[in-house]
């Protein structure tokens, strides 16, 4: 089981919605979704969506993406 304080999840997600809201359209709840998954992530993770802004930010911060929708 994977545990990780709330606070760290939080702080993770103002950070990103911060550097990214404006600038890639990152909305609050992709921001969460977004957070959640750096801090949990190993190299060789994707993280996976269909959200084109949400991927973009992703891709922003260096993570590999997966969209299943158009299987890229």
Request: hydrophobic residues 45%; proline residues 3%; negative net charge.
């Amino acid at each position: 089981m994977i545990y990780f304080p709330a606070y760290s999840i939080l702080s993770t997600h103002t950070q990103l919605n911060t550097d990214y809201g404006k600038t890639h359209g990152l909305r609050t709840l992709d921001a969460l979704h977004l957070a959640t998954f750096v801090l949990v992530k190993e190299d060789d993770w994707f993280f996976v969506a269909c959200d084109d802004n949400l991927i973009n930010a992703a891709k922003a911060i260096g993570a590999l993406v997966f969209n299943p929708v158009k299987r890229t």
